[in-house]
């Protein structure tokens, strides 16, 4: 059996909205396009499902036009139905006119049979979105039409418990955007292209040295990218995107090679609403920015702390979880940062650390790299005197070096977390 929704995701950024888009001017170029939808959580008629029915009803009866009488009928019939529930209005604006229309003798095989819905993690509440795909499931599983539904959205964790049940999955196709499709190239032709483009058409291109930008440059933000489309294509908007602004300056600040002129002048806007986004929907920010910490602010220091900790059973011994905590504390952010079946951590955006320990960006959701590093020594001697935190029975804590050097930091510093290291060596 053919699946009916195929659930095309990735992690945030990974192109998956350009994948749809993309997929739908196909579709539409061979009269194969049904319907779309893309949810944008910006978009106050787009963050929300009040009016999917209707602009997928809408697009129905523009695709096949011989279905917009049984459409009216249904609206006449009820001009509440937009009040109702999604299941009714499924049922009611497009299941019964679309099997009315074929009662009539006409031929929906060669109709238009794809529906393409964006951006689903975009849209508000999570258990809307769930509720989604089931309705979507219940609507057209036992259709005689020949309806296909491509989703797109990150694997949320309440998005992969939805498609993972039983009533789904065997009427399920999935597609993950991985490392296995070696989005690296993609990532450096798409740059590569879009540079030439702007030498090409910049008022102020003229002005541009020769070469720009450089391979080793190129490489550069293809390694940046971490094979997420949405960090080149950030890059891509701010180095062309101001007429009056010469781009190799413009692709400094992007490098961290200039400052920005002002407050205005945000090389990194969609990104921040991206992180922001993702991090505003967490439930307990300060358990997430614990586990953050320790990723990038304490592993930067694996040298002087000892080893990485890089696994969830790991993170749970450091921070005196109960096991299998730190996991369910990060199932919260999957579409940037991937936990494997041995529970190995990966942050899948490179510019997030950015994005973290740079307080003008992150705001509320800040890493001072000061306190994460004096808090990790006053871990460090609080399982020192435990005995505990070992990896492959070598210590993962930090070395007595570093504890002094923090110590002797505090000294001088005040600030500098004092208040914890206290609170250890008294416990």
């Known amino acids: 059996m053919d699946a009916l929704i195929l659930w095309l995701y990735g992690a945030a950024g990974a192109g998956k909205s350009a994948i749809a888009h993309s997929f739908a ?5 061979h009269g194969w396009l049904l319907a779309t939808f893309f949810f944008w959580k910006t978009a106050a008629e787009r963050s929300n499902i009040t009016r999917f029915v209707a602009t997928i009803a809408y697009q129905i009866s523009c695709a096949i036009p011989d279905s917009r009488s049984h459409i009216e009928t249904a609206v006449d019939a009820d001009p509440m139905i937009f009040h109702k529930s999604i299941d009714t209005q499924l049922g009611k604006l497009i299941i019964e006119p679309l099997r009315r229309l074929h009662s009539t003798g006409f031929d929906l095989k060669n109709s238009p049979f794809f529906i393409i819905v964006d951006g689903l993690d975009e849209c508000q509440g ?13 609507a057209f599983r036992d259709s005689p039409l020949h309806i296909r539904i491509l989703i797109a959205s990150r694997p949320e964790v309440h998005l992969q418990s939805t498609f993972n049940s039983t009533s789904i999955q065997p009427h399920l196709s999935r ?3 991985s490392g296995e499709y070696s989005p690296d190239e993609d990532i450096h032709r798409f740059l590569k292209d879009s540079f030439d483009k702007i030498r090409c058409e910049h008022p102020l291109a003229s002005y541009l040295p020769s070469p720009w930008p450089s391979a080793d440059v190129l490489h550069e933000l293809t390694q940046k990218s971490s094979g997420q489309f949405i960090f080149a294509s950030t890059t891509v908007k701010y180095v062309g995107g101001n007429p009056h602004q010469l781009p ?10 200039q400052p920005p002129k002002g407050e205005k002048d945000m090389p990194y806007a969609e990104l921040n609403s991206l ?11 300060e358990a997430v920015k614990l586990v953050l910490g320790t990723l990038i602010v304490v592993n930067r220091r694996s040298e002087d702390v000892g080893r990485e900790i890089d696994s969830t059973h790991e993170m749970d011994s450091w921070l005196s979880w109960q096991p299998g905590e730190s996991e369910a504390c990060l199932s919260q952010l999957a579409s940037l940062i991937e936990c494997d079946v041995d529970g190995r951590i990966a942050i899948s955006h490179a510019s997030l650390s950015d994005f973290l320990l740079d307080p003008s960006r992150s705001q509320q959701f800040y890493l001072c790299q000061n306190s994460f590093l004096g808090d990790s020594a006053a871990r460090g001697l609080c399982h020192l005197r435990q005995g505990q935190c070992k990896k492959n029975g070598v210590s993962i804590l930090p070395s007595r070096k570093y504890i002094l050097q923090v110590l002797i930091c505090n000294m001088f510093h005040p600030r500098f977390v004092p208040v914890h290291v206290g609170h250890y060596i008294l416990h």
Not at 126 to 138: C, R
């Open 275 to 285: 992180y922001c986004h993702v991090l505003s929907n967490v439930d307990n920010i």
């Open 25 to 29: 001017e196909i579709c539409e170029k």
């Open 175 to 177: 597609l993950a955007l």
């Open 126 to 138: 999570t258990d809307i979105q769930s509720g989604l795909v089931k309705s979507l499931m219940a």
């Open 248 to 257: 190799h300056r413009r692709l400094d600040v992007i490098r961290r090679l």
